[in-house]
């Protein structure tokens, strides 16, 4: 299955300032997708990421807030943009996996702002 | 949109009994339900899934099963293990996408040695 590299692992961040999270797999995929784990809940998809075009993002998500970048088939960025204390959370990229029906999970960026 | 039920939010259960969790679904149109595992400070690990054209699904101790008509599934984990000590996510997805995914608000299972 592919193996993802997510970075930083956790931050402690200033509220106001911005955090840039990299996610690095280790084969090409067409896309790739950022999750918010809120402490103690589920995921919830924030956007989907195709290289070469506009990330997707769903309802309740804005790419001011959470813009990405995906500049080839194996790495994406998500960048927390003016954070507040709410956006304390884990983040998480995702990609589906070709060797199986599934979807794999970076290990996820614990942010906590203060 | 899709509304993703699971049951119960903690499970506490003896070292070598069976633990069961169930979730239900919203959508008629859900065709793909996985179950993922995580454990503290990692990402979720799927651990098995079920489409909607097979109604049970087993690997080793594990076994997911799924009744469309009721529009539940359920996840079975058999001779449980301190290792098996997690939080358990089920979704639930109408294609082969990560858009479309709709997690489970999760189950611990604590497993007692």
């Known amino acids: 299955s592919a193996v993802i590299s997510q970075k930083p692992s956790r931050d402690i961040c200033q509220r106001g300032t911005s955090l840039t999270i990299q996610c690095q797999v280790d084969?090409?995929?067409?896309?790739m997708f950022w999750y918010r784990q809120q402490p103690g809940q589920s995921l919830t998809l924030i956007a989907t990421a195709n290289q070469g075009s506009e990330a997707t993002y769903e309802s309740g998500f804005v790419i001011d807030k959470f813009p990405i970048s995906r500049p080839n088939l194996t790495f994406s960025t998500l960048t927390v943009s003016n954070m507040s204390p709410e956006d304390s959370s884990i983040y998480l990229c995702?990609?589906?996996?070709?060797?199986?029906?599934?979807?794999?999970f970076g290990s996820g960026t614990r942010l906590t702002v203060v | 949109g899709e509304n993703v039920e699971q049951h119960p939010s903690t499970l506490s259960v003896q070292e070598g009994d069976s633990a069961v969790i169930k979730c239900t679904y919203s959508?008629?149109?859900?065709?793909?339900f996985p179950w993922y595992k995580q454990e503290l400070g990692k990402g979720p690990q799927l651990i098995i899934d079920?489409?909607?054209?097979?109604g049970e699904k087993k690997d080793q101790r594990i076994a997911v099963t799924l009744n469309k008509t009721a529009k539940h599934f359920s996840l079975h984990i058999t001779e449980t293990q301190p290792e098996d000590s997690a939080v358990y996510f089920c979704a639930a997805s109408k294609g082969n996408y990560g858009q479309n995914f709709v997690f489970g608000p999760g189950t611990r299972l604590s497993v007692l040695p």
């Open positions: 959508d008629s149109a859900s065709n793909y």
């Open positions: 995702s990609v589906e996996d070709q060797g199986s029906s599934g979807y794999t």
């Open positions: 079920i489409r909607s054209n097979v």
């Open positions: 084969s090409q995929v067409t896309m």
